[in-house]
């Protein structure tokens, strides 16, 4: 998996945005079926030229669809609207269904991926206490967790917990949706001479993490590909580590708290 993903969450011009990506160097596309555009994303990988293989797609289904026959069905929609044979990685998209119905979907992903359909099952928005009952359940533990993550809202001790059991921390709004009038980051920008967009990816993948940043503006999707000249040293990192504001610090809907 790529270190830095695309994603194609509210863009309304997503081909043209993902062709933009995929020509500026990006190989990791971030889409699910609640963004209704996968359809656009598969005709921008096929348009693009680049071997399939090439390019890692995820997708993720939404609570309304949860449960297990729906999610196999979910999954060979998927995998109609985006025109491929398999999807690189395939996310539960947040854990609004209850206990039941998540472990029934994720079931249903671990074998839509044992038939090839899949070739990574992951979760998204899950807390501890999502992770937990996969594990007494039996089931292996997801590749991946998906989760707002920035300088404002670290979710420190869901990332400990996917540290500890090996898995990977994907980043969204990890531009905190363009609002990066901070004084801190705008003084880390000026100090290295970058966007403050770059500044923040590039504490992302410091931290190990895997952002996901969105734009529909060409030179915008550019720059944020640009982050491998640069290294922010341990005393910013540890200034952007001092904003955190906790649970607080969320943009977004966040349910990692959901029961």
Same mark, same amino acid.
């Given at each position: 998996?790529?270190?830095?993903?695309?994603?194609?969450?509210?863009?309304?011009? #997503?081909?043209?945005?993902?062709?933009? %990506?995929?020509? =500026?160097?990006?190989?990791?596309?971030? /889409? %699910?079926?609640?963004?209704?555009?996968? =359809?656009? @994303?598969? %005709?921008?990988?096929?348009?693009?030229?680049?071997?399939?293989?090439?390019?890692?797609? #995820?997708?993720?289904? !939404?609570?309304?669809?949860?449960?297990?026959?729906?999610?196999?069905?979910? @999954?060979?929609?998927?995998?109609?609207? $985006? &025109?491929?044979?398999?999807? *690189? +990685?395939?996310?539960?998209? *947040?854990?609004?269904?209850?206990?039941?119905?998540?472990?029934?979907?994720?079931?249903?992903?671990?074998?839509?991926? =044992?038939?090839?359909? !899949?070739?990574?099952?992951?979760? /998204?928005?899950?807390?501890?206490?999502? $992770?937990?009952? !996969?594990?007494?359940?039996?089931?292996?533990?997801?590749?991946?967790?998906?989760?707002?993550?920035?300088?404002?809202?670290?979710?420190?001790?869901?990332?400990?917990?996917?540290?500890?059991?090996?898995?990977?921390?994907?980043?969204?709004?990890?531009?905190?949706?363009?609002?990066?009038?901070?004084?801190?980051?705008?003084?880390?920008?000026?100090?290295?001479?970058?966007?403050?967009?770059? @500044?923040? +990816?590039?504490?992302?993948?410091?931290?190990?993490?895997?952002?996901?940043?969105?734009?529909?503006?060409?030179?915008?999707?550019? +720059?944020?590909? $640009?982050?491998?000249?640069?290294?922010?040293?341990?005393?910013?990192? %540890?200034? $952007?580590?001092? +904003?955190?504001? &906790?649970? #607080? &610090?969320?943009?977004?809907?966040?349910?990692?708290?959901?029961?």
């Amino acid at each position: 998996m790529p270190l830095l993903g695309f994603g194609v969450y509210q863009n309304y011009t #997503t081909k043209e945005s993902v062709l933009e %990506a995929l020509e =500026a160097g990006y190989r990791h596309i971030d /889409s %699910a079926q609640a963004y209704r555009n996968e =359809a656009h @994303v598969g %005709a921008a990988v096929k348009e693009s030229g680049i071997p399939r293989e090439e390019v890692f797609v #995820t997708t993720k289904c !939404i609570n309304k669809t949860h449960g297990y026959e729906s999610t196999l069905s979910g @999954v060979n929609a998927s995998l109609e609207r $985006l &025109g491929f044979d398999y999807i *690189d +990685l395939f996310l539960i998209h *947040d854990p609004m269904s209850g206990h039941e119905r998540r472990l029934q979907t994720y079931k249903a992903l671990q074998d839509a991926r =044992a038939v090839g359909k !899949i070739r990574t099952v992951g979760v /998204s928005n899950y807390g501890i206490k999502h $992770l937990e009952e !996969i594990k007494d359940a039996g089931y292996e533990m997801p590749a991946v967790n998906q989760i707002e993550l920035h300088p404002f809202c670290q979710q420190k001790p869901i990332v400990e917990y996917c540290r500890a059991h090996s898995i990977v921390v994907q980043a969204y709004c990890p531009i905190l949706r363009g609002n990066m009038d901070h004084p801190e980051i705008i003084k880390l920008a000026q100090k290295y001479q970058i966007d403050p967009a770059q @500044v923040l +990816l590039r504490w992302s993948l410091q931290k190990g993490f895997v952002p996901l940043p969105k734009s529909a503006t060409p030179a915008r999707i550019r +720059l944020n590909s $640009l982050l491998y000249d640069f290294a922010l040293d341990d005393e910013d990192m %540890a200034r $952007l580590d001092a +904003l955190d504001k &906790g649970k #607080t &610090g969320s943009i977004s809907w966040n349910p990692v708290d959901w029961d």
